[in-house]
Each structure stands twice: as C-alpha cells, then as structure tokens.
C-alpha cells in the first residue's frame, strides 16, 4: 500500500536560517511526489512536484526539494527561512497506476524572529 | 485558490441532520475530488470523481455520498451526521493528466456537528 510519513510534527526555525521538512514515502512503481503549503484559514497551495528526471526540484516562494530514491525521501527545503513561511506542509505521493493522492499528517512549519 | 470555491465556508449542524456541502470550479477540469482534514490524520479522500458519470468511493466514503452534477459541479452530502464528522473538508480538482499535475483546492468548509 501507498504510504506518507513526515516523521516532524512541528519544525521550529529561525528567520534567515535554513529549513527542511522531512517527507518519506512507501509506494510500489516509480512516485509522483508532490508539496502543498496551508495558509491559517486556507486552501492547499501546490508547491512543487517531481515526476521524473532532475532529483532537485524548484518550486514556489524559493522552496525546493530533492528527490532521493535510494532513501525513499522527499524532503522540502528553503536556503532562508521567512516569518511568513510559518505554515502548515503537507507531502503527496500517487504512482502511475492510480489517480489517487496520498497525504502524509503534514508537518507545522513556525519561523522565529 | 478562487478558481474552486465551497460553499457554505461554515457550518454548525445537529446530529442526524442532512447536509450537502458544494463546490464549483471554473478551471474547465474534468476531474474533482472531496477530501475531509483532522489535526494530525492530515486529508483523507472521500469521493472522487473523473467525470460526470464516473464517481469512485475514496479510504471514507461510509456515511458519505456525492452528486456530479456538472463538470464543474460536485456536491457533497452527509445524509445523517455525526459528531465524529466535524471536520474541515476541502474540494479539489485537476486536469485530465491527473496524475502529473497537481490538484487545486478549494478555501475548504469548516463542519461542525453537535
């Protein structure tokens, strides 16, 4: 069966160091990985996705992630944390013989001052 | 995303009452999704749809039925609720080539049942 874990309830970090938020995934057949970003009182926002090629992923707002298949991880990651990154991250997983999304229980992202 | 929107945004019910919670999207999407979020069990699929004859049950659909009305229409309903679904629920849609493309959610519908 599919499966997501982010192992961090809450990642606490401060303003202008780096972040990661830890993803691993558990799926039979090659992943399509995917991050969103809650905002309080909103929708999921896509962040970035990898489907194939480059493990390194560009995406929305300076976040990146890097895809490690031999680890089976996903981990987002941003050079310069913002206050205004503090939010809530979830990592998706599907494979190519299901449409289905999988979502791991999301991990609190609080950037200190 | 404004392209999806769910209405209503709040709602307080009573136990054993019926509730529909509706989305609409202008994105021209064949496929939409329903999802229901809890603290720390993250989204969990509900229903699913591929198009207006297609309707699929996602891991939860006990308790739950949807309505494609449209392409651009899915509703949601909880023909008796429960407190155990008092939850934040979120409609989603993507495009044909679901599965390399992202999903875009709704703002999401706050649910409480008494």
């Known amino acids: 069966a599919q499966s997501v874990a982010q192992p961090e309830d809450q990642v606490n970090v401060a303003e202008g160091n780096p972040l990661t938020v830890k993803c691993t995934y558990s799926?039979?057949?090659?992943?399509?990985l995917f991050w969103y970003v809650q905002y309080p009182n909103r929708g999921l926002q896509f962040l970035l996705k990898y489907i194939t090629g480059d493990n390194l992923v560009k995406g929305s707002y300076g976040f990146e992630a890097e895809f490690n298949k031999s680890q089976t991880s996903f981990h987002l990651k941003k050079p310069s944390a913002l206050v205004s990154d503090s939010a809530l991250y979830f990592c998706?997983?599907?494979?190519?013989?299901?449409?289905?999304?999988?979502f791991g229980t999301g991990t609190r992202l609080q950037v200190f001052p | 995303d404004a392209d999806v929107t769910q209405t209503p945004r709040n709602r307080i019910t009573k136990t054993g009452k019926r509730i529909m919670l509706e989305c609409s999207q202008t994105k021209g999407h064949d496929r939409m999704y329903w999802y229901r979020q809890d603290p720390g069990l993250g989204l969990r699929l509900i229903y699913y749809?591929?198009?207006?004859?297609?309707?699929n049950k996602g891991e939860i659909s006990d308790g739950y039925s949807v309505s494609r009305q449209a392409q651009a229409k899915f509703s949601l309903s909880l023909e008796s609720a429960i407190p155990n679904q008092t939850a934040l629920y979120f409609c989603a849609t993507s495009d044909i080539s679901g599965k390399y493309n992202e999903q875009f959610f709704g703002p999401g519908t706050r649910l409480t049942v008494l």
């Open positions: 749809s591929f198009d207006v004859k297609d309707i």
């Open positions: 998706a997983v599907r494979t190519y013989n299901t449409d289905k999304l999988i």
């Open positions: 799926v039979s057949g090659n992943p399509y």
